[in-house]
């Protein structure tokens, strides 16, 4: 479990992360989406130790990552793809890396044929495409077989069938009760590969759920409602604060879960022939929502 608690940070007078908590659950895929300038890449250094906190705190399993000896056992992460020495070869990076922590020679070889790089093993990674760096990257992540996994936009620079990979690779991880953690500032990337979202923006939190109860949020979300009785519906719904708008015949209702419709019609006898809620996209949920960090970034204010 990754939780973080009233975490802050400072860079001079900007307010990069602001009392952000949350918590990232073992065995699901956790999305951290936010628009550019979020504080998603200092989140992560935080979490990892990699950047100290103004205030706040952040453990990964119930302990600051820090204190935690042979950290690549602990935890797997890939912040930045391009963080590698192009001289070396695949093979040198990632034998150091399991010598310096002690890790077998033997899953050098095991996460080179994961990743798919066992051709391009002995290549120096000077010459590797940005796709090949990510899968790399990943390599390095997943070579002390950790429990938790951190990743910063790994799906960038990857061509489609690259992202299916990843996405599967993702699931794979969690299913085997990893916790994995993602970030991304494109919820279309986030649609498919996470099970829960953490939505931060202007480096405050926005949302910390599974992805249905984000789509809820969006005010494009309602529930309609058919009757044979619309004229007698309206103003009993509206009485309750819901906002009702006829649409194709059906009334379209926010303010009023859909329980709630149904218990309403029922006390009063009124017939429905249809009751159903309609969830905004999460493209629009994520959009509506974080509008005002993206605004606040566009007008070069922060
Ligand atoms: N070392 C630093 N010194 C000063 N300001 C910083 C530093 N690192 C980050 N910031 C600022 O903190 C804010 C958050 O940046 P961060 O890189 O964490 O956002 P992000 O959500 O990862 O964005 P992106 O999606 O663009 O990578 C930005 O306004 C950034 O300019």
Redesign the pocket.
């Known amino acids: 479990m990754i939780e973080v608690n009233g975490l802050t940070?400072r860079?001079?007078g900007?307010?990069?992360?602001k009392d952000l908590t949350f918590t990232v659950h073992p065995g699901r895929v956790t999305g951290f989406l936010?628009?550019?300038?979020?504080?998603?890449?200092?989140?992560?250094?935080m979490i990892l130790g990699l950047?100290e906190p103004s205030s706040g705190t952040v453990t990964v399993g119930g302990r600051p990552f820090r204190e935690r000896p042979r950290g690549l056992r602990q935890v797997g992460s890939l912040l930045d793809a391009h963080d590698v020495h192009g001289g070396r070869t695949a093979m040198a990076h990632l034998s150091a890396l399991a010598a310096g922590n002690r890790i077998p020679r033997r899953r050098v070889e095991e996460v080179l044929r994961e990743v798919g790089l066992v051709k391009a093993a002995r290549r120096r990674i000077g010459g590797f495409s940005l796709g090949m760096k990510q899968r790399l990257g990943i390599a390095s992540a997943l070579l002390g077989d950790p429990p938790v996994l951190i990743f910063?936009?790994p799906l960038n620079g990857l061509d489609p069938e690259g992202v299916r990979w990843v996405r599967d690779l993702f699931r794979r991880l969690a299913a085997e009760g990893r916790t994995v953690f993602v970030?991304s500032?494109l919820m279309s990337e986030m649609e498919h590969t996470a099970d829960q979202l953490v939505v931060?923006g202007r480096?405050e939190l926005i949302a910390a759920e599974s992805l249905a109860e984000f789509s809820a949020r969006g005010t494009r979300s309602c529930v309609m409602v058919g009757s044979s009785a619309l004229p007698a519906l309206e103003p009993l719904l509206t009485a309750e604060g819901a906002t009702v708008r006829r649409e194709d015949g059906l009334l379209a209702v926010t303010g009023l879960t859909a329980a709630r419709i149904g218990e309403i019609t029922q006390r009063h006898g009124i017939p429905v022939h249809h009751l159903s809620a309609r969830a905004s996209s999460l493209e629009e949920a994520f959009m509506e929502l974080t509008a005002d960090s993206a605004q606040y970034?566009a007008g070069g204010t922060?």
Not at 14 to 17: H, K, L, R
Not at 34 to 45: E, F, H, I, M
């Open positions: 940070k860079y001079g900007t307010t990069a992360v936010g628009p550019n300038g979020a504080g998603k890449s200092t989140t992560l250094r950047h910063d936009e970030s500032h931060i480096g970034l922060r």
